[in-house]
């Protein structure tokens, strides 16, 4: 299948704890012409550095691991960069990514950026009939290639292929077929 002209930044968060303003870690896969082209992550400073065990469990960053990394303005300032060449989100689970796009945004009283996103669950629980639509389950059952699961720069790659192989089995030509996964932000 031809992708030419298939563009999105896949993106992923990890949180210090229930709070969708606490980022802890941030993570895109920028795709061009439907091909993986450049993976990032950055270690983000919570606003009070507050860690919930259940958090910690969950990705293994601690406090100690964010102390000295930079607040969500720096790394948002450098995120946004790739935002302004490619407009185009996507997320597993975008209703929780995008919530912690929205809520940091808001907390530091930074502009919300005009954004289209696209959801791989949303568009996964379309496609398969499986019992369960995790991003490792998934990754798994179509060999993906997967790095550390919840850590955002390795999830966000694993969303990106998942959603190239979702376009594909789709039969896909352009993203805005796609309205039914797809949002504002």
């Keep these: 299948m031809e992708y030419k002209g298939l563009d999105f930044v896949a993106i992923d968060f990890e949180t210090a704890s229930g709070r969708r303003d606490s980022v802890c870690e941030a993570g895109i896969c920028v795709v061009r012409d439907g091909q993986i082209w450049e993976t990032r992550s950055w270690l983000v400073r ?11 469990q969950i990705h293994g960053i ?22 302004a060449e490619t407009p185009v989100l996507v997320a597993h689970n975008a209703a929780f990514d995008m919530s912690c796009i929205r809520s940091s945004l808001e907390q530091y009283g930074l502009p919300k950026p005009d954004v289209t996103y696209y959801c791989s669950l949303r568009a996964a629980r379309h496609l398969y009939d499986f019992s369960c639509n995790k991003l490792d389950y998934l ?5 993906i290639p997967m790095g550390a699961h919840h850590r955002a720069g390795d999830d966000a790659e694993m ?7 979702e376009v594909r089995d ?3 030509c352009e993203l805005h077929e796609m309205d039914y996964c797809a949002g504002r932000l």
């Design 46 to 56: 919570p606003r009070d550095n507050f860690y919930s065990n259940f958090n910690i």
């Design 62 to 83: 601690r406090p100690e691991d964010t102390e000295n990394s930079p607040a969500f303005p720096f790394v948002w300032d450098e995120l946004s960069a790739y935002l």
């Design 139 to 143: 990754c798994a059952k179509f060999e």
């Design 159 to 165: 969303c990106a292929r998942l959603f190239l192989r």
């Design 170 to 172: 789709a039969g896909w």
